[in-house]
């Protein structure tokens, strides 16, 4: 019995605007609103609206036996919210549905995990925070930013509370191997690893409307007999895409919307196949082995590295310039710093600044930048601005009190009762700095040679109870003190 997992990016970047030297220190406004207004509703026309709908028709006539899951970024559904509230309404009908799980990511769909492991957890947190609280619905299932994945990864998901993680199924990691079954990490032993089938993601994913490719136009019938000629040695296909395939990628001409409505029946056609989820299939399925993967892994372009976002010298500083800010701006805890930071970790801002002569834009994700030059200059004119807004904001902040933050045992030392007949305050050093004068052992006193308990008076000889005068004479006459800091 073999289960399809069909999983689905949702993710929508908020692209800078033209920022230059020139607006450094005057104008704190990074993002081009028009150009985020525009992307958005073109892509809730063509995309989001039209494939939700084809969603929750298809579980609909299907009695939830078609299933499928989202991995959604919080810039995405800051957009929607923002732009096209319908488009989150829509997605919160699905989740109504019961047939559909909701993978957590990164809010700001960043590379945290590679540079700062207390912001990725941070991220994580939230985005999966913000999920139970739109769709009522705590995930267990996580997917980092472009399915990037190492063995370390894992284990900081394993950390997190996750039961499973999504990556690429790439051959350099698989070997020998299928990726159409559960396997464990190395370093997670009770984490289930989820491994995108590549080629038949890619078929729908990249190929579907290139028509010099051999299967085009591809069909739902001949697709899911590539499905079930796998399914005798296959306990799950993860077919992993971005959501953008259907509409933006992929016209409505080009018969995907057609595709789709028909690959439920196609597939379902043969027994024994059915739809799953992530966390349905870590129930159904066991585990056959485990996978060791001590290098990083994407589904970014066909090298699956992450040469896509570091593999050149501008990305590399661009990225090494704006985590080592992050300290800073977690110690600052201003709200607006913190979100136009995490803002700028989005993947897509580094994306643009790749220079590999065989990688290209995606047509559904171009670049707003003419070159990935201007891309770089205007991140970092962005950066210098906002850093000069951070060193403005630790400068206004108080200086801590060390009282306030030394520890409380040492605190309650220090406001410590004074010994009995002992004044409340010394001149000259503090008690502190008498106690460590004095000799090891012996008793604080008044004036030498004054019997324990005795009361003390202001002036020698004068009588207790007496008053004392405060002449100028009597100050001229007034014995010397000792160099430990107690008064005679």
Sequence with gaps: MSAICLCYEVHEPYQLRRYTVFDMGQ?????????????????????????????LKLIRRYDGAFRLSYAISGTALDLFEQYVPEVLESFVALARTGC???????????????????????QVQAQ???????????????KNTECVYNNDLAAAVAELGFKAVLAEGTDHVLGWRSANYLYQPVSAPGLALLLRNTNLSGDVGLRFS???????????????????????????INIINDYHVFGLRHSKESGIFDFMEALPEALLARKGVHFTTPAAAIKSFKTVGTMDVPQFVSWEDESGDLTGWLGNDMQKDAIHALYALSSRVALCGAPDLQHDFDRLQTADHFRHMSTKWFSSEAPDRPSPFGSPYDAYITFMNVLADFEMRLKTTEELQPVPDPDATAPAKSRAGRSRKPLAGAPEKTSGKSRSSAKKDAKPGTKPSAKPGTKPGAKISAKAGTKPGAKTGDSAAEKKTAAPRRKTGTPV
């Design 100 to 122: 559909v799980e909701f993978v957590a990511q990164t809010a700001p769909h960043s590379l945290a995990f590679l540079y700062s492991r207390q912001e990725f957890d941070r």
């Design 128 to 142: 999966a925070t913000r999920l139970k609280t739109l769709f009522g619905y705590t995930p267990v299932t996580f």
């Design 27 to 55: 104008n704190s406004i990074y993002e081009d609103d028009d150009h985020n207004c525009d992307a958005m509703l073109r892509a809730a026309r063509l995309c989001y609206l039209p494939a939700n709908e084809l969603m």
């Design 210 to 236: 290139d028509n010099t490719w051999p299967a085009w136009p591809l069909k739902s019938e001949t697709f899911a007999s590539w499905c079930h000629g796998l399914a005798e040695s296959a306990d799950i």
